[in-house]
C-alpha cells in the first residue's frame, strides 16, 4: 500500500505548457515536502508545505497543501526543459522522526 | 562546500557476493538514512540513524541487509549473498534533525547492479 500517491506517474508536454503534478494520501501529515530529482543525481528539496491550505510559489512553481494537509500540488507554469526530472513528494511519517515516506515520483519530460 | 558523498558510484558484483557502499555525510549532520530506489521509481526507507539513538532498522527488506554508523558519521550498508533484485541505486541523505519539518540532503547514490 502506498501512502502517498502521486498522478501522473508519467508526463510529456511541450515547452510552454502548464502542467500540475498531484500528491494524495488518506492519512493526514504534519507537512509535505516536494523534491526534484535529475538523473544519476540525488533528490534536492524545492519546498517544504505546513499549514493547511497553504500556498507557495517558486518563481513559476505552485505549491499547494491541501486544507485537510492530506494532499499536495505542484503546478508549473510555462514548463521548460530545464524543468525536466523526477519530482517526488514525501512527508514525515507521525512520531517516527525525520524518517520520510516517498511518492513513487512523477517523471516530467519537458520538449523544447 | 561538501555535500553528501556516496562511494562507488557504480558498483557490479556476482550473484551471492557481499558489499559494501559507503556514506560520508554532511558534517555536523546527526540524523542520517539510507533508502533504496529502483529505476524511475520513489524512494523506499531502508535505515535510519539519529545521534546516539537504536537505529529504525523497520525498512530493512532482510537479515543479508546491515549498516552502521561510526563515530556518528560515516556510514556503510552492507548488503550479504547478493540477489539480483538488489539491483538498485542506493541513496544516502543527512540532515540536521533540528525539530520541525527536516531538509534531507542526498548523496549522488550507489548503483548497483548484481549479475
Known amino acids: 500500500t502506498q501512502l502517498l500517491e502521486q498522478s501522473p506517474q508519467f508526463l510529456s508536454i511541450q515547452e510552454g505548457e502548464n502542467l500540475t503534478v498531484y500528491c494524495n494520501s488518506s492519512?493526514?501529515?504534519?507537512?509535505l515536502q516536494w523534491y526534484r530529482q535529475e538523473p544519476g543525481e540525488g533528490p534536492v528539496l524545492l519546498v517544504t508545505?505546513?499549514?493547511?491550505?497553504e500556498v507557495k510559489k517558486l518563481k513559476r512553481l505552485t505549491f499547494q497543501f491541501g486544507d485537510a494537509r492530506k494532499d499536495s500540488s505542484l503546478h508549473i507554469t510555462a514548463a521548460q526543459p530545464g524543468d525536466t526530472g523526477l519530482y517526488l513528494c514525501?512527508?514525515?511519517?507521525?512520531?517516527?522522526?525525520?524518517?520520510?515516506?516517498f511518492g513513487q515520483g512523477t517523471e516530467l519530460s519537458v520538449k523544447p | 562546500g561538501a555535500g553528501v558523498s556516496q562511494s562507488p558510484s557504480n558498483k557490479v558484483t556476482e550473484k551471492g557476493k557481499d558489499v559494501e557502499l559507503r556514506c560520508d555525510p554532511i558534517?555536523?549532520?546527526?540524523?542520517l538514512y539510507w533508502y533504496r530506489q529502483s529505476l524511475g521509481q520513489g524512494l523506499e526507507f531502508l535505515i535510519y540513524?539519529?545521534?546516539?539513538?537504536?537505529?529504525?532498522k523497520s525498512g530493512l527488506p532482510s537479515d543479508r541487509f546491515s549498516a552502521e554508523r561510526t563515530g556518528g558519521s560515516v556510514s556503510t550498508l552492507t548488503i550479504q549473498r547478493t540477489q539480483q533484485e538488489d539491483s538498485a541505486v542506493y541513496l544516502c541523505?543527512?540532515?540536521?534533525?533540528?525539530?520541525?519539518?527536516?531538509?534531507?540532503?542526498f548523496g549522488p547514490g550507489t548503483r548497483l547492479t548484481v549479475l
Open positions: 541523505a543527512s540532515s540536521l534533525a533540528a525539530g520541525g519539518p527536516d531538509e534531507q540532503f
Open positions: 492519512s493526514v501529515f504534519s507537512s
Open positions: 540513524f539519529q545521534g546516539n539513538s537504536a537505529p529504525d
Open positions: 514525501a512527508g514525515p511519517l507521525y512520531n517516527q522522526g525525520g524518517k520520510l515516506i
Open positions: 508545505v505546513v499549514t493547511g491550505g
Open positions: 558534517s555536523g549532520h546527526t540524523a
